[in-house]
């Protein structure tokens, strides 16, 4: 059985990062025993903003979110996510 280094107490997460950046993370932990963890109500930070959209559009995105049956704001960040990954990939 392999024998693991211990984990030092770090003074700040500064310091943590840097240690983790010289230091394999193998010799201090045994990966062959992680499980996967499910963490059901931890929710991506959001920040909210205001946005002036024409009138015209926002009725469009209400009308199509009302066929897709979800909320008009959902649809327009799927859109906005749709959109960034599209020209994420033409840049590359």
């Known amino acids: 059985m392999r024998k693991y280094k211990k984990i030092p107490r770090f003074k700040s997460k500064t310091e943590e990062s840097q240690f983790w950046q010289e ?4 010799d201090y932990i045994d990966w062959s025993q992680a499980k996967l963890a499910h ?10 903003i205001s946005l002036r959209l024409p009138e015209s559009l926002l009725t ?11 909320p008009y704001q959902s649809l327009m960040k799927m859109l906005l996510a749709q959109g960034v990954y ?4 033409q840049s590359e």
């Open 23 to 26: 230091h394999d993370s193998t």
């Open 60 to 70: 469009e995105i209400r009308i199509l979110a009302n066929k897709e049956d979800v």
């Open 39 to 48: 963490l059901p109500n931890l929710k991506p930070s959001t920040k909210t």
């Open 86 to 89: 599209l020209l994420r990939k």
